[in-house]
Structure formats: C-alpha cells, structure tokens
C-alpha cells in the first residue's frame, strides 16, 4: 500500500467519558473536525456540557479568546452512532478497557472506516498486537495513550506493534505535536513506560496501607512531601479508578510474573465492593460525592494523640555530625527558637558546618525569605564543640553520622555514657534498623528515628520512626516538636527504607530494568514521568542526583529485608557503580554531565 499522505483534519473519539471527552476538546481546540461517539445519548449530553464548561474555564483564565472557544464548540459534534466515523482520518477509541469491547468497536469500524483511516486505541492496559489482530488491516491500528486530564497533561504515548505501519506511527506523532503534546513511541507491552512504571509503585503503596504499616494520610503526606509529587499514591489511585488500577496490574503481572505487579488484596475487595474512588464517592478516601475531589472525615481519618502521651520538654538540641545533613538540621532547630550544639570530632569540624548554615541564612536573606536579624539571632543559638561531652545538658540529641550500622552504634554507646537521664535520642538513618541503635543503649525506651530530608531547611517531611521499645512519651515528643519545627511528621515502623523510600527506590529499580530491556530510553523514560506523571524529575534525572552508589546500597537494602525476587537490584546498575559512574558527583551515571 502507498503511504498515505491525507492530513489527519476529521478525528472520531469513540467513547465519551472523562478521558474520551478530555481528547475532544484537545482536538477541537487545535482546529480539527471532531465527532463524538458514544452509545448513550446522556454522555453525549455530559461531554458537550463538559467541553463547554471546561472553555469556559480557559477563556476566564486568559489561555484562549471567546473566539476560539466558538470556533472550537462549532468543530464538535456528537452522535450515537459508529457510522459516523465513515469520513474520519482518524478513529480514537476510548471505550471501556475490555478486549470484548474493544474489538467489537474495532470490527465494525473495518466496516465502516476508509482503508486508509488508522484507529488508534486509547488502552493504556491491554495488548494493542491483539487488538491489531482483530482488524483487517492490523497496520494500521495502533495505540494512542494521552493521560488524565487530557488537556492538561502533555504526554502522549504512540503505542506501535509488530504490525503496525510506520506511515501511522508517523502520521500520529506528527499530530501528537500539532496537538501542543510530547510524543513518545514505544513498542507494545502492558502499561507501556509511564503506567509500566507507576502502578507498581501505586500497588507497592496499597499493600504498604492494608499492611497498618502507615495511615492512608501519612503514606500520601510522605510522597507529596519527601517526593515533590502532586498526588500521594492512595489519592492517585482513587483518581485513577480502583478498578482500572486493578485492570492495569493484572495486565502487568502476566507479562512479567513479578510479584510486585500483582494486585494487593485491597483492591480486590474495593474494587469488589464498588468503591472505586472518586467517581463512586469512596475508595481509599471517602468524598463528599461521586465524582467530587473533596475529601471528608470518615471512621479511618486520624484522631489526636490519645491522652496520657504528654511529651518531655525540649529546650536545648544536640546534633552530632559535621555534613550536610547536620548543619541543615542545626538550622532548622535554631531558626525554631532552640538552642543548638553542634558536635563534631574536632572544634573546626563544627565550626564549619556552623559556618554552612551561616551561608544558608545570608542565601534566605538574600531571596527575601528571612531578616538579617533572623539569621544572626539563629546563629547565636548555635554553639559548637569537638567532643561529644558537649552535648550532656541536651534534651534532645540527633545522630547525623556516617550511613554505617557499626558507627552509628558506637555513637550511641557513647551518647548513652554522656546524655543526662530523660534525654531523647534520635537516629536521622535513612535505611538502617532504628532498633539495633537503640539495642547499643541502655535506654532503648528513648531512642527514635527523625528522618529529614535532604536539604533539611527546605523538605518539610520528617518520618517519625517508632521501634518496639520507644516509649509513648518520647514518640509524642517527636511528634509535637517536628509541628513546631514546622516539619510535616509521618509515622512508621522501623523497617528497611521507611515509607519513602520503600516506596521511590523499587520504581527507580524498575526503570532501570526497563532500560536494560532496551524498551525505551533514558530521555524517554523521563519525559514519559515527568509528563504523564506530573514527577519533578524522571527516574534516571533523579539517579543521578541522589548518586548511583547511595541508591544501589538501599535497593540491597531493602532487597535483603523483604527477600522479593522484584527487588533484586538491576545489574546495569551494579555495572555503573563498579564503574565509577556515580552520577552528576562524578560527572557520569545514566548521563554525562561538565565538570565543574
């Protein structure tokens, strides 16, 4: 067959729910002519309403002209009936994520459509090889995944299989891009790049919740804040549909036998129940009503701590360390109005790290964010000293040493010798048990973990890390203290990579594994995350930041705690380490970057 050279002007979208009806505004308002198709009269009915409102909205907002927006509506018609598609370049199916259905749409569409109208299909779960399959001209059918709110969200995924043309991936990423939408083409296999790589992370955080490892509340907090994502994970898949998030992961764990990709009972018996998120007024949440986004109280919204828990006065804070870490959680505690010793092994050690936080307060007076007397107030809350002895008065003490169980250990023996009786102590690990520091005391009732995030001025998270011997008061006492702090406190367990971390490495992991597999490249697995999940930065931007070696050793880590075959960590990564290739601090990981 000649390739065809007929611009894509007539576009059918066949079925008009949120995303059908999201992609017929999108095209609508790039100029082309869109028919609607959908078998019920009423969601016709709902989606012209929809795209009104919603052009409403934008012209309020000054992103498009009156003008546009009737030039747009006038472009779009609704029907019932597929035989209207007959006169369309190209036919979008969005109907309901069945292979029945679909391929039932698609057959009659070889019925109706031009030889030369490619249909694409909307799946972001099923075979698109299988569906191609069905047709009688499997070359041109191919997958189109835009994400939810279509308008919004600017990636879309052209999905090619074995079968299809090369003129039709073409023809659909051209208008992808006309379309103001980033393309990626990738082959056909479940979940493609985004949703391969997002939903076992979502899966991960649902079986983390019906674990009681973490609250609903605390495991969203923990992502949005440790992370910078726009949604926690519970919250997206309420969004998503509990039921399609199922759909999504069987299909992923057929294809890859991965433990981690098969679906946490949760959902099973949500999805069971029919509360499958927002549209149905409860999931994992419950809403004010189908299809509204405002949570409200329910039986497993948290209450205050109980009664009886009273927390110890904090007065005076001691960090012991001299990195980065620890002057950032100097500053914290200072600029809160406490007083702060810094502990170093030696005099100039802490008096460096005082004068890093020195350096962070003029850079927040000079952005306008703080006085300069604010900054020279916290820093004369600061003093320091080169022995640990220094800290004896404290009430509250924070470890941020070496990641080494063996030192930490040491340091807690030490501080047991030192610490007047009472004395909070407190492990900032980011991966080790808090217990065996705890173990190294004979004060294991007032040992906790405090994670901070890095930079410590700036994330506002803290995991609050609860071991079997904390006691009540000194868990209240952290709890009210990072409040005060102005820090966001999450609870968990003590168990290898805490919430945040059990939760982002395993997807980093994953997306390693997808490049080895040579499915899609870096820059592509990247722009798929950032733009069809809303991420800060894609897996392999953050790699390089967080360093190759750090994120190997937690991924061993949590491989060796919950012995899942799925968290073995990848060996391309183990190559680079043993390479050198560290990321940005040495110039080269997944990328190579100038040396400074």
């Known amino acids: 067959m000649d390739i065809p050279t007929t611009p894509l002007r007539t576009v059918a979208v066949v079925g008009l729910g949120t995303m059908g009806t999201g992609i017929a505004e999108v095209l609508a308002l790039a100029g082309r002519e869109v028919v609607g198709i959908d078998v019920a009269e009423s969601a016709a009915r709902r989606a012209v309403a929809a795209v009104e409102e919603s052009t409403a909205r934008a012209v309020a907002r000054g992103r498009i002209t009156g003008a546009e927006r009737r030039a747009a509506l006038a472009r779009l018609r609704t029907t019932t009936t597929l035989r209207a598609a007959s006169d369309a370049d190209l036919v979008i199916e969005v109907v309901s994520e069945s292979y029945e259905v679909k391929q039932r749409v698609i057959r009659e569409l070889d019925g109706i459509v031009r030889p030369t109208t490619i249909l694409a299909t909307g799946t972001n779960a099923l075979s698109v090889t299988r569906l191609a399959a069905d047709s009688h001209r499997p070359e041109r059918v191919l997958g189109m995944h835009f994400f939810n709110p279509a308008p919004a969200m600017r990636l879309v995924e052209v999905v090619s299989s074995v079968l299809t043309a090369a003129w039709a991936v073409s023809a659909v990423t051209g208008l992808a891009r006309e379309l103001g939408k980033e393309p990626v083409e990738v082959g056909d296999r479940p979940g493609f ?35 910078g994502l726009p949604m926690g994970p519970l919250a997206l898949l309420d969004l998503i549909g509990v039921d399609t998030a199922r759909t999504v992961l069987d299909a992923l764990y057929a294809e890859s036998g991965d433990r981690l990709h098969a679906p946490a009972p949760i959902l099973r018996q949500l999805d069971a129940a029919g509360l499958t998120g927002r549209k149905t007024g409860r999931g994992f949440y ?72 020195a350096a962070s307060l003029t850079r927040s007076v000079d952005r306008g964010r703080t006085t300069a007397e604010a900054r020279d107030a916290a820093l004369a809350r600061i003093g320091t000293a080169g022995a640990l002895d220094a800290l004896a008065g404290a009430d509250l003490v924070l470890e941020a040493v070496a990641e080494d169980l063996a030192v930490k250990q040491a340091l807690f023996t030490a501080l047991d010798g030192i610490c007047k009786p009472g004395a909070v102590l407190a492990t900032t690990t980011s991966s080790l048990p808090v217990v065996a520091c705890a173990r190294a005391t004979t004060r294991p009732q007032d040992v906790i973990g405090m994670h901070f995030f890095n930079p410590a001025p700036a994330m506002k998270l803290v995991e609050v890390v609860r071991t079997v011997l904390t006691g009540d008061d ?34 980093l992991n994953n997306a390693v594994k997808m490049l080895e597999q040579h499915y899609a490249t870096v820059d592509d697995i990247d722009a798929a995350i950032r733009l069809g999940g809303g991420y800060p930065m894609g897996p392999f931007e953050l790699l390089d930041v967080v360093g190759l070696d750090v994120s190997l050793a937690i991924e061993k880590v949590l491989h060796q705690e919950f012995r899942e075959p799925g968290l073995a960590p990848a060996p391309l990564l183990e190559h680079l380490v043993a390479a050198g290739c560290l990321g940005r601090k040495t110039g080269r990981g997944f990328r190579e970057y100038a040396r400074r």
């Open 193 to 227: 790049v985004a949703d391969g790589l997002l939903f076992g992370y979502l899966n991960q955080a649902a079986a983390m919740y019906e674990s009681k490892y973490a609250s609903r509340e605390d495991v969203d907090a923990a992502m949005r804040l440790g992370c």
């Open 474 to 507: 000194v868990h209240a006492t952290v709890r009210a203290l990072t409040a005060t702090i102005k820090k966001h406190p999450v609870d968990c367990g003590d168990r290898a990579g805490f919430i945040v971390n059990a939760l982002l490495f395993p997807y």
């Open 286 to 357: 419950t809403y004010a009503g189908p299809g509204s986004a405002q949570v409200v109280p329910d039986a497993l919204t948290p209450s205050p701590l109980a009664a009886g828990a009273v927390p110890r006065e904090i007065r005076t804070v001691g960090v012991a360390g001299s990195g980065t870490m620890a002057s950032g959680i100097a500053e914290v505690f200072a600029r809160a109005g406490y007083d702060v010793v810094l502990a170093a092994r030696s005099t100039a050690k802490a008096d460096a790290a005082k004068e890093r936080v």
